[in-house]
T-cell receptor
Framework: GENVEQHPSTLSVQEGDSAVIKCTYS??????FPWYKQELGKRPQLIID?????GEKKDQRIAVTLNKTAKHFSLHITETQPEDSAVYFC?????????????FGSGTRLSIRP | GAGVSQSPRYKVAKRGQDVALRCDPI?????LFWYQQALGQGPEFLTY????????KSGLPSDRFFAERPEGSVSTLKIQRTQQEDSAVYLC???????????FGPGTRLTVL
């Protein structure tokens, strides 16, 4: 089955600097890679996603890159702000029509220092 | 409704009690998922429904866990004879189809004493 590894588990960056979170996956059949942000005590919310036919996707200060050959994908947040502080989860989804089981990484706690 | 709702939001059970957790997905969403999230961990898949059919229940930790979605809308996760290790947040998510964004509910925090 799919296995998703996420690093680092905690990350502290100065406000205004960039943050990078990296994930690897094991199942080459996975073709959908969402990233979720979870603030303390709240539900996970999608912030960006990428499909396997795309190498990079950007949405304002957030970008995601995917290397299918190496089975790596990464989240990049530029010009970090205090409201970016949260736990971020990567995930890999095989997207089968009959059985779809998203596997989440263990999370990265991002702290933005003022 | 505007989003996925879950009830109750908090549940305290004595060890050995049965509990039932409810999920109301976004109207029209075909896919419904249940996850277990332990403190400081990512959501772990429990089970998946497509309409009323339970297509994958490989993540259910034991036969004490049972989920149903009889009419393809509301779903219930039942845990029988609760144990302390069942304490976690149980998240429900729905999506229009597989392989697209899942919308999560607020979760039910279960504490087993």
């Amino acid at each position: 089955g799919e296995n998703v590894e996420q690093h680092p588990s905690t990350l502290s960056v100065q406000e205004g600097d960039s943050a990078v979170i990296k994930c690897t996956y094991s199942d080459s059949a996975s073709n959908y890679f969402p990233w979720y942000k979870q603030e303390l005590g709240k539900r996970p919310q999608l912030i960006i996603d990428i499909r396997s036919n795309v190498g990079e996707k950007k949405d304002q200060r957030i970008a995601v890159t995917l290397n299918k050959t190496a089975k790596h994908f990464s989240l990049h947040i530029t010009e970090t702000q205090p409201e970016d502080s949260a736990v971020y989860f990567c995930a890999a989804d095989p997207g089968y029509s009959s059985a779809s089981k998203i596997i989440f990484g263990s999370g990265t706690r991002l702290s933005i220092r003022p | 409704g505007a989003g996925v709702s879950q009830s109750p939001r908090y549940k305290v059970a004595k060890r050995g009690q049965d509990v039932a957790l409810r999920c109301d997905p976004i109207s029209g969403h075909v896919s419904l998922f249940w996850y277990q999230q332990a403190l400081g961990q990512g959501p772990e898949f429990l089970t998946y429904f497509q309409n009323e059919a339970q297509l994958d229940k490989s993540g259910l930790p034991s036969d004490r866990f049972f989920a149903e979605r009889p009419e393809g809308s509301v779903s219930t996760l039942k845990i029988q004879r609760t144990q302390q290790e069942d304490s976690a947040v149980y998240l429900c998510a729905s999506s229009a189809k597989t392989g697209v964004e899942q919308f999560f509910g607020p979760g039910t925090r279960l504490t087993v004493l």
